[in-house]
């Protein structure tokens, strides 16, 4: 876990993730519920999300509500976030983390492939936004954070479907921003760079992709989900109350 700042204004304040269950969800899930955050996180992973919950239960104030889901229905998705509102209070922070980088080739991609890959990486983050900002106009504010990918802006390739909707996310997030910013609803983007979470080092990482991703970053670490988690914080806060409709990079220098 990295060491973060404490954020007096997120204590009480109800935060809903997506794809919380493991990786930089399930990192974000804990960094928020150590703050004194109530959260509520979606996930299709019924296993790692109960056993988040357990891990945290006994050592945070209020533990992470879970709540099964998959994202791409989009009326599951609204009843989770309204199911949330009810249970721990109107939402003040969306965190729109949730995606899915499986890899393709282009020109084997199929109309309905194409759809299901927007489905997930895409379309939630929209409609999420739209579910909350209701409740955010009513209490007087909140805090979107979209998450976008650094392998758009790195013209990686292999997954045209995945940085099409992760490049697409910049626009969602400066539109938002206009929309809503009378409202004191903040919107910006997190762009993650390559996070070494469990799946990506299982599925992704070897002696030449590491290789190319040391040379390319200018800090020589290995990026964890506590510092995507450290920076979420920060945008959630109200000590990030002058920034939106900006991007965040977390990719250790790589762009």
């Keep these: 876990m990295i060491?973060?700042?404490?954020?007096?204004?997120?204590?009480g304040r109800t935060v809903f993730i997506t794809g919380g269950g493991s990786g930089i969800g399930a990192g974000?899930?804990?960094?928020?519920?150590?703050?004194g955050a109530k959260v509520g996180f979606v996930d299709i992973a019924a296993a790692p999300s109960e056993a988040l919950v357990a891990h945290l239960g006994t050592q945070v104030e209020t533990p992470p509500l879970f709540l099964p889901c998959d994202i791409t229905d989009i009326a599951a998705l609204r009843r989770?976030?309204?199911?949330?509102r009810?249970?721990?209070?109107?939402?003040?922070?969306?965190?729109?983390?949730?995606?899915?980088?499986?890899?393709?080739a282009t020109l084997e991609v199929t109309p309905e492939y194409w759809d299901e890959r927007i489905a997930v990486n895409q379309r939630p983050q929209f409609f999420?936004?739209?579910?909350?900002?209701?409740?955010?106009?009513?209490?007087?504010?909140?805090?979107?954070?979209?998450f976008g990918s650094v392998s758009w802006m790195l013209k990686q390739g292999g997954m045209a479907a995945y940085t099409m909707a992760k490049a697409s996310i910049q626009g969602l997030t400066r539109s938002l921003a206009?929309?809503?910013?009378r409202d004191n609803i903040r919107v910006n983007t997190l762009v993650p760079g390559?996070?070494?979470?469990?799946?990506?080092?299982?599925?992704?990482?070897n002696k030449e992709n590491?290789?190319?991703?040391?040379?390319?970053?200018?800090?020589?670490?290995?990026?964890?989900?506590g510092h995507v988690a450290a920076m979420a914080l920060f945008l959630a806060a109200d000590d990030s109350g002058g920034c939106t409709a900006q991007d965040f990079i977390v990719d250790a220098g790589w762009t």
């Excluded at 060491?3 to 204590?11: E, I, K």
């Excluded at 922070?93 to 949730?98: G, R, Y």
């Design 86 to 104: 009810d249970r721990l209070g109107p939402i003040g922070v969306l965190l729109n983390n949730a995606a899915n980088d499986q890899r393709h």
């Design 194 to 205: 390559w996070i070494l979470t469990e799946r990506q080092v299982e599925l992704w990482l």
């Design 80 to 84: 989770a976030i309204e199911t949330v």
């Design 210 to 225: 590491d290789k190319g991703r040391r040379e390319g970053q200018c800090l020589d670490i290995r990026l964890q989900p």
């Design 178 to 181: 206009r929309d809503f910013g």
């Design 128 to 146: 999420a936004a739209q579910a909350v900002i209701p409740q955010m106009q009513a209490r007087g504010g909140g805090s979107i954070v979209n």
């Design 28 to 35: 974000l899930v804990e960094a928020f519920a150590r703050q």
């Design 3 to 11: 060491l973060t700042a404490s954020y007096p204004s997120l204590r």
